[in-house]
């Protein structure tokens, strides 16, 4: 089992930043593809940026690309999401999602390539 815990969340005005992190524990060794998605009120969850394991170019949704930066830190388990430049439309809850069984490195947008969740964090952007 992997357990994930986001943090970081919050309310800044437009153009502010965030930075927010999920701390994986337990078998962490298994997740071959992590990723944060959001989801806003009255919208499907959408992945925001992937990020592979093994290596390669992290995936970023095209909304977000030039402004967020996923990286993580294997020694300390934990996953990031650097957020600069926020905008109103960037209001949702943000989810960490871990992947052990493979799906997501061929589909790695899709909610049901990932078998582990964290609880989500709020970010909310003022105009």
């Known amino acids: 089992q992997v357990q994930l815990v986001e943090s970081g969340g919050g309310s800044v005005q437009a153009g502010g930043s965030l930075r927010l992190s999920c701390e994986a524990s337990?078998?962490?060794?298994?997740?071959?593809?992590m990723s944060w998605f959001r989801q806003a009120p009255g919208k499907e969850r959408e992945a925001v940026a992937v990020?592979?394991?093994?290596?390669?170019?992290?995936y970023y949704a095209d909304s977000v690309k030039g402004r967020f930066t996923i990286s993580r830190d294997n020694a300390k388990n934990t996953l990031y999401l650097q957020m600069n430049s926020l905008k109103p439309e960037d209001t949702a809850m943000y989810y960490c999602?871990?992947?052990?069984?493979?799906?997501?490195?061929?589909?790695?947008?899709?909610?049901?390539?990932?078998?582990?969740w964290g609880q989500g964090t709020q970010v909310t952007v003022s105009s």
């Open positions: 999602a871990a992947d052990s069984s493979g799906i997501a490195l061929r589909y790695p947008r899709e909610v049901t390539s990932y078998n582990y």
């Open positions: 990020i592979y394991v093994g290596g390669g170019s992290p």
């Open positions: 337990g078998y962490t060794y298994r997740s071959v593809c």
